[in-house]
């Protein structure tokens, strides 16, 4: 984080289409959660200009059991440093995300994830390196749990053209119900060899040796399953440059785990 | 000549002539179902299989998802061609032209040395089949499938086109109602085959379609290992492979199946793979990829039984004008399996390489784990290499380990050899060698060296 960087707060969603625009170094936060506007499908277009440093929180915490779908896509501008924090909590939520990365630029992707009762979440993330240098690292981190449903398809796509691209792409699962369901697609498209990339999957549960060693200090398997949850959020958490989004999230994170 | 140029003679030149074509028509109709179907003095059940693919097929729409298949022109194919009506158990009694081209292939010289028995297919039909004595009396049964069909119909009732029906897409009801020739394998309750067995596939004449039926039993605590291999001269006019390859691999039984698919450039690849596996049972798929214009393969496990596991190692090479779309699927039905996949790739001159998998857990199978690594090597700035990994997890108690990596030759490697007195392209063929030897180590050596002496032939001309 930097220090004094300006604090951009999106107003909550009302339209069904919306272009925000991020001109300087800031931290840009948005939450879409019960004070935005019930759209079944909306739209969001997000523009990020040439060589400026941006940290972008999205929060989305929107407890309705009717479908909805967002459409998002990002373009990074030249030199442009982006840091994305984005936190999915609950919902039947469909999101198609489309990333574009322009030339010298650098994108830290953070995902996390929690899908529980029984709601449906679908993540398909396009990640296009169009043009020279560009760097991509993308980390994300789910769970499941009661009969929810998440499935989460991310792709890097490098095109012919897009030199010395280095891209890394990191997702984990943990699958905490025996009616829950799951689905990752890491996807890898390259179309030149200049490039360095590469992506990984893992999907488990808590195994029966760290059950049995919490167990054995008198934590039961519920308390054992709380404290996987937090602490795949706690990783995402720490990153955060803002107290007050870090605070709201740990908040309902609670609210969901109690 | 090089050895790389020798191999590239013998898969893909060696054309002989095909006067037996005359006899045949292109594009696919009713009659000539009918025609496969008396030819072959077939039961009544399986001419109604034939008639019920072919309406499936008629009805299926092209696959849309993966490499473009609208430049097939499927009434340009040649559905059936009989080169020769006998079929030989002694080389001497194959046809001359056609035992050179094996001879050329190296088939009978590897019969002698390395092999418990060999099948060979020309055109439509298999021209030679031989069992060594000692399996024989063993109780395996090593056959040309039509034979196969006449001699033992209860087996082939019981499980032809079980594991792949003919609905499962639209080459797979192709399949069912051409058909011809291919290897019947059944290996009796704990017969271990300690040599491998092998059948290879030959198209000879322009514009063919080749539609070879595997079915392979491996009854309970028996062990085998197959090897398969095909190829086909070029003619620059598209040929199309759509064979079928149905493996049951019973309670603690193990099987290999190893295959080095030589199509030539202007086939297309269509091929369908699936084995079933029980009880604490155990599958591996080694496969390379080398020929074809388009492939489309991708071998799937079905692990039915508590404790199955399967391997799947393979290897793709695409080069300029290719797309290798292949990969591997592996569906665990039952508690306590386990799957490895490792696929590598390499792509040149623009050609193209996917890996394309499933993993997919039911619910009902605790326990699972699985690992799956691809490699993909891109020797140039305008090839392509796409990996779609595709995980459907069900149930909460299982491990999945994906990894995958694409890049190019590394430049400090390369310098590394180069100032040890290797040229550029003896140490390009050295780390290429070293890329694939995960796949290779599992050959027999004669096909490790085939493999290494296709990918030589594919890298020569430079490298981008």
Redo the contacts between chains.
């Keep these: 984080m930097i220090a004094n960087k300006k604090i951009i707060y999106i107003e909550p969603l009302k339209n069904k289409k919306r272009n925000i625009v991020v001109d300087e170094d800031s931290v840009v936060i948005e939450v879409i959660d019960e004070d935005s506007k019930d759209f079944d499908k909306f739209k969001t277009n997000i523009s990020i200009a040439d060589n400026i440093n941006v940290e972008y929180v999205y929060l989305f915490n929107k407890n309705i059991t009717s479908p909805i779908i967002e459409d998002r896509e990002i373009k990074l501008g030249i030199n442009t440093r982006l840091k994305n924090y984005y936190c999915y909590l609950g919902s039947n939520f469909t999101v198609t995300l489309k990333q574009q990365l322009d030339s010298h630029s650098e994108l830290d992707h953070n995902v996390v994830f929690l899908a529980d009762q029984k709601n449906n979440l679908n993540i398909q993330a396009k990640n296009n390196f169009l043009y020279p240098k560009a760097k991509g690292v993308f980390t994300i981190q789910g769970i499941v749990k009661d009969q929810a449903r998440a499935g989460y398809y991310s792709s890097i796509i490098i095109d ?1 053209i897009a ?1 010395d691209a280095n891209a890394k792409l990191e997702m984990s ?1 943990i ?31 808590l195994s029966k040796k760290q059950l049995f060693y919490l167990n054995s200090r008198g934590i039961d398997k519920i308390q054992a399953q709380e404290l996987l949850i937090q602490s795949v959020f706690q990783s995402f958490l720490d990153k955060l440059p803002n107290e007050e989004i870090k605070n709201k999230i740990e908040a309902l994170l609670k609210n969901k785990l109690s | 000549m090089s050895k790389a140029k020798d191999t590239k003679e013998k898969l893909w030149g060696n054309a002989n002539p095909a006067p037996y074509m005359q006899a045949t028509s292109r594009g696919l109709t009713k009659k000539i179902v009918k025609q496969i179907s008396a030819s072959k003095h077939e039961p009544n059940w399986m001419l109604q299989h034939r008639l019920d693919s072919l309406e499936l097929f008629k009805n299926m729409p092209m696959p849309n998802w993966g490499p473009d298949l609208s430049k097939l022109d499927l009434d340009k194919i040649t559905y059936f061609a009989q080169a020769h009506d006998q079929q030989a158990t002694d080389w001497k009694d194959v046809p001359k032209d056609i035992k050179n081209t094996f001879d050329k292939l190296g088939i009978p010289q590897a019969e002698q040395k390395a092999l418990a028995g060999v099948g060979a297919q020309y055109e439509s039909t298999v021209i030679y089949h031989n069992l060594k004595q000692q399996w024989q009396d063993q109780g395996v049964i090593f056959e040309d499938m039509d034979v196969a069909l006449q001699k033992y119909p209860e087996l082939m009732s019981e499980y032809f086109m079980k594991a792949v029906p003919s609905h499962l897409h639209k080459f797979t009801a192709l399949h069912g109602a051409v058909w011809s020739g291919g290897t019947f394998l059944y290996v009796p309750k704990g017969v271990n085959i300690d040599l491998p067995l092998q059948a290879y596939f030959r198209m000879n004449a322009k514009g063919m379609g080749q539609f070879e039926h595997t079915l392979i039993i491996v009854e309970e605590d028996a062990q085998a290992h197959y090897i398969e291999g095909c190829s086909a001269p070029r003619y620059g006019v598209d040929s199309l492979h759509a064979g079928c390859v149905e493996i049951y691999v019973k309670k603690n039984a193990r099987f290999r199946y190893s295959s080095v698919e030589s199509w030539s450039k202007d086939a297309y690849n269509l091929n369908t793979k699936r084995a079933i596996v029980e009880e604490n049972a155990r599958i591996e798929w080694v496969g390379g990829n080398f020929g074809s214009n388009v492939t489309m393969l991708y071998p799937c496990s079905v692990l039915k039984g508590l404790g199955a596991s399967a391997d799947h190692l393979g290897l793709a090479f695409a080069n300029s004008g290719q797309i290798q779309d292949a990969g591997a699927k592996v569906i665990h039905l039952a508690s306590q399996t386990s799957s490895n996949i490792v696929m590598k790739s390499i792509s040149k001159g623009g050609g193209v390489s996917l890996y394309r998998g499933l993993v997919d857990i039911s ?1 009902k199978a605790d326990n699972v784990s699985i690992s799956v690594n691809c490699d ?1 090597l ?31 030759i590394s430049a400090k490697d390369l310098f590394y050899l180069q100032s040890r007195g290797l040229s550029e392209e003896e140490a390009i063929n050295m780390i290429v060698n070293g890329f694939i030897e995960p796949i290779t180590r599992e050959l027999p050596l004669e096909y490790a060296v085939e493999m290494n002496r296709m990918i030589e032939l594919e890298i020569e001309g430079g490298i ?1």
């Design positions: 012919q030199k699962a699958n905490l119900s025996k009616e829950a369901k799951i689905s990752l697609v890491p996807a890898l498209k390259v179309a030149t060899n200049q490039v360095n990339a590469s992506h990984s999957a893992r999907i488990s549960n | 619910a993909a891109l020797l140039d700035d305008n090839s392509h290499s796409d990996t779609i990994p595709v995980m459907k997890i069900n149930n909460a108690t299982a491990t999945v380990v994906h990894e995958a990596r694409a890049g190019k981008g």
